[in-house]
C-alpha cells in the first residue's frame, strides 16, 4: 500500500538530503545537483532555486507544475543508489520523466567505500514514507 503524501512536502524533506534531480525524456538527461536549494511555491509551480543566487533565475533551478506527479517509487539496484521515480500515474511507469538520487551511498574518490551516513539516511525515509508514495492535494489552508 502507498503511503500519501503531498507533492510539496515530499520536495521539501528530499530538498534537506542533498540529493540530485534528474529529468530524462527522449533527447538526453539534465541534472540538478546542490546541497543549498530552497523552494518557492506559486499558484502553479514549485520552483527549486539555489540559495546563493544572487538572481534566482540566474542559476540552474528547476519549476515544477502543481499536480502533474501522481506518485513515485524507490528504485533499488544492486551496487547502485537508490533513487525515487516520479510518475503522471497513479502506479509507476517503465521510463520516469523525473528521477530524484538519494545521496551517493558510495565514495567513488575512495574504491568506492560505503558511506554509512547516506545509507542510514536512505533507511530513515524508507522506514517513515515507505517505498510507494501516492499524491495528495493539500489543505486549501496549506496552499495559501
Not at 534566482?56 to 517509487?73: G, I, N, Q, Y
Not at 521510463?95 to 530513515?124: C, H, M, R, T
Request: some cysteine; charged content about 20%; aromatic content about 16%.
Amino acid at each position: 500500500m502507498a503511503q500519501t503524501l503531498v507533492f510539496k512536502d515530499l520536495l521539501d524533506i528530499l530538498i534537506g538530503m542533498n540529493g540530485a534531480f534528474v529529468f530524462y525524456n527522449a533527447h538526453g538527461a539534465m541534472e540538478l545537483r546542490g546541497a543549498d536549494f530552497y523552494m518557492s511555491p506559486s499558484a502553479y509551480w514549485l520552483t527549486v532555486y539555489h540559495t546563493d543566487a544572487s538572481n534566482p533565475e540566474s542559476r540552474s533551478h528547476v519549476h515544477l507544475k502543481w499536480r502533474t506527479f501522481e506518485s513515485a517509487c524507490i528504485v533499488e539496484e544492486e551496487g547502485q543508489t537508490p533513487h525515487l521515480a516520479f510518475s503522471t500515474a497513479s502506479q509507476p511507469v517503465d521510463e520516469p520523466q523525473l528521477v530524484w538520487y538519494f545521496p551517493s551511498f558510495y565514495d567513488w574518490d575512495n574504491n568506492k567505500a560505503e558511506i554509512p551516513g547516506n545509507i542510514a539516511q536512505y533507511e530513515n525515509f524508507v522506514h517513515q514514507y515507505g517505498t510507494h508514495l501516492q499524491f495528495v492535494e493539500p489543505d486549501m489552508e496549506e496552499e495559501h
